[in-house]
């Protein structure tokens, strides 16, 4: 029978682990053209938008779609995946799902693209994507410092310690970006910023870079130098990023240089340790599916959801 999942159904059953497990699975199915990605779909909705992003799974024998409100003063979120004979497998409502697969998509793009060895880490920005993306981080390195800034200076302290208590290690604020990047081994901008806040003569040799924030022409939280400072620049989602007109890196030579995250997954490319990378975190459309799927399987196991009326048994 179809079920309806939430938020807390959704992180009980689903830890990050898990998540990972199951993006860098997609990842490699990618490699080998077994999942179909459509670039996003939107339409006006209020002052904002609704964004769908449909994606199919090919030996999940899987498919499904994530629809999302951008920019209006509510974020209702809706993840539905079907099977592969047309029958609905369930519904996934709230937020947490795209946040669970946005660290996941972090965690496989660090464990490639990242220093073998991690000391330090800078975080700007540290909402709720970063913190994400620190525990993705954590999944797959064990750096010794984090360093993070906000522009909210008064709220950088208990962040600080809140992050400390979690994680174990040292985590500091730091009284400017610049102070927080200098020196780190992994760099990570997850801001609502509509300016640069990471500047390319900040980062060290053999850095890397993630960013997940704003990445529009008139509105991107990298300064383009830091494009060209890489030697990498990879995407989860290239199509996506080569699609959209407003891409901060549309109209420079740098679109055409983006690596698809993929072929690192699959063995075909592969990391130098002299190497400088910047990940441009786009949202692989499919990965929600199949952090959907894995928690629908489970909910079953579980016996846990709730059955949608008029769908029949599976």
């Keep these: 029978m179809a079920l309806l999942l939430t938020d807390d ?10 998540a990972i497990r199951a993006v860098r699975e997609v990842f490699r199915e990618r490699a080998g053209g077994l999942v179909h990605s459509a670039t996003r779909s939107q339409l006006p909705l209020g002052g904002g938008r609704l964004v769908l992003t449909p994606g199919s799974l090919g030996r999940a024998r899987r498919a499904g779609l994530r629809l999302y409100a951008a920019g209006c003063a509510q974020d209702h979120q809706l993840t539905a995946v079907w099977s592969a004979d047309g029958s609905l497998d369930g519904l996934v409502l709230g937020s947490s799902l795209g946040l669970l697969r946005t660290g996941a998509i972090g965690a496989v793009a660090l464990q ?3 220093p073998e060895r991690v000391d330090k880490v800078a975080v700007l920005g540290p909402g709720q994507q970063a913190l994400q993306q620190v525990r993705a981080l954590l999944a797959v390195r064990k750096p010794e410092w984090i360093e993070l800034h906000r522009r909210d200076q008064s709220a950088l302290p208990a962040q600080a310690e809140a992050w400390r208590r979690e994680f174990g290690v040292r985590v500091t604020p730091a009284v400017n970006a610049e102070t927080a990047v200098r020196g780190a081994d992994v760099v990570i901008v997850a801001t609502t910023s509509s300016t640069p806040v990471l500047k390319p003569e900040w980062l ?3 850095t890397h870079v993630s960013s997940l924030g704003p990445k529009r022409k008139d509105a ?9 400072w890489a030697n990498l620049v990879v995407s989860d989602f ?7 007109p407003e891409f901060f890196l549309q109209g420079t030579p740098h679109l055409e240089r983006l690596l698809d995250l993929s072929a690192f997954v699959s063995g075909r490319m592969r990391r130098d340790p ?8 786009h949202g692989l459309a499919g990965t929600e599916v199949a952090v959907a799927s ?3 399987d489970l909910a079953r196991q579980s016996e846990r959801g709730v059955p949608l009326p008029g769908f029949p048994e599976l």
């Design 294 to 296: 894995l928690a629908l």
């Design 238 to 244: 290239p199509e996506q990023c080569q699609s959209e």
């Design 112 to 114: 490639l693209l990242a």
């Design 220 to 228: 991107h939280e990298l300064a383009l130098g830091v494009a060209e």
């Design 9 to 18: 159904e959704l992180t009980d059953l689903v830890s990050l682990s898990a």
């Design 204 to 206: 060290g040799a053999a």
């Design 274 to 281: 002299s190497d400088r990378s910047l990940f441009v975190s």
